[in-house]
């Protein structure tokens, strides 16, 4: 075992950056009159995709964000080695529906909300060990295969408390390789390069359940919160950096009150993050705009800022190293059902700019 890998207790080193290759985000109509709506790659009114049901949506949707993602890089699905994916859905299915009939060697993901976290980790990892040469990794969520899977059929009309978020309608996919991206002259790719410019994964901090004995899960984002506050503190203690070392410490999905939880957690810790922090299902919304009450959340809502938001910043030189930390709640409807609490967690990415020739 070469131990020079491994950081601290919770963190691994990539000896070798690995290259996010491609970025593709899919979103709904509701995402697309948010804040971001411009940086999608597509926005579809239709919430159905065209199928008959919900989850039958979101299978496409996510398929196509897939398909979206390796044309960018230039590739056919065939030459992808393997695929990290993962929902909200029971059983993966809208991943294991959608992205798994195109042939791919698969691998189904739950980490709830933190998916994409757990997604760019595992393919990180896979990539930088040289086990293929472009890994996929991808996940999505839909607001309403989420109310019918978690909560109440919207037919019910159920009140939302203040606490809730709203399930963003979306699908992420990026292309992982320890090649840079370039454009193919036998193709029209567009790769996720400016320049000399690219995006690379250099680490990963792999997320511990943190369970604070809290079982609403109309309040995710305190359900998760203490999560995030335990990977970010690990990852700063492992490789002795500070808030500062980071141009953004971006969560996946906290919200109003999640964020604030957050804060006051690190705070307890010596730990300052409010220069550099930001919420991305704080990004996505305009909250009193659009009445999503706390926020954004789902798998879709980290997956499709990082795409759509967060690598083009990066691209831009506007940020050089940016950590990425989606949030997940783990819980079921029949863990809920039982009064089991919600424990979270959350997966640490850290994602910096190269220069390449």
Not at 59 to 75: D, F, H, N, R, Y
Not at 162 to 167: A, D, E, G
Not at 274 to 279: K, L, T
Request: a negative charge.
């Amino acid at each position: 075992m070469n131990l020079r890998k491994q950081q601290g207790t919770s963190s691994i080193v990539l000896e070798k950056p690995v290259y996010i290759q491609s970025a593709a985000s899919i979103a709904g109509k509701k995402e697309g009159e948010g804040p971001l709506g411009s940086c999608f790659d597509m926005i579809c009114e239709d919430p159905l995709f065209g199928t008959d049901t919900w989850e039958a949506a979101e299978s496409t949707m996510q398929k196509e964000a897939a398909l979206l993602a390796i044309g960018k890089a230039g590739l056919k699905p065939e030459e992808i080695r393997m695929v990290f994916a993962g929902d909200l859905l029971a059983q993966s299915i809208a991943s294991s529906f959608g992205i798994a009939e195109m042939g791919i060697p698969f691998y189904g993901l739950y980490g709830a909300c933190s998916t994409m976290g757990e997604s760019l980790s595992l393919g990180a990892m896979a990539a930088a060990a040289d086990y293929g040469d472009h890994i996929l990794c991808a996940t999505s969520s839909h607001f309403a295969s989420a109310e019918k899977e978690f909560r109440y059929p919207l037919g019910y009309g159920c009140q939302r408390p203040l606490s809730s978020t709203w399930t963003v309608t979306g699908s992420g996919a990026c292309v992982l390789g320890t090649q840079p991206p370039s454009f193919r002259s036998d193709s029209d790719s567009m790769p996720l390069r400016k320049g000399r410019c690219c995006a690379a994964i250099t680490a990963v901090t792999t997320g511990r359940l943190v369970d604070f004995g809290l079982k609403d899960s109309l309040n995710m984002g305190g359900c998760m919160a203490p999560a995030a506050c335990d990977t970010i503190y690990q990852h700063l203690f492992d490789f002795g950096r500070s808030p500062s070392d980071y141009d953004a410490i971006v969560t996946g999905d906290l919200g109003i009150i999640g964020q604030k939880i957050l804060l006051d957690l690190l705070s307890e810790k010596n730990i300052d993050i409010r220069q550099v922090h930001q919420d991305c299902g704080l990004l996505i919304f305009d909250n009193q705009a659009q009445d999503t009450h706390s926020g954004g959340s789902g798998c879709g809502c980290a997956a499709v800022v990082l795409c759509a938001h967060l690598l083009p910043n990066i691209l831009s030189g506007k940020w050089k190293r940016i950590l990425f930390v989606p949030t997940g709640a783990m819980l079921s409807k029949v863990s809920f059902n039982e009064g089991t609490p919600v424990a979270g967690i959350a997966h640490a990415v850290v994602i910096e700019q190269k220069q390449v020739s």
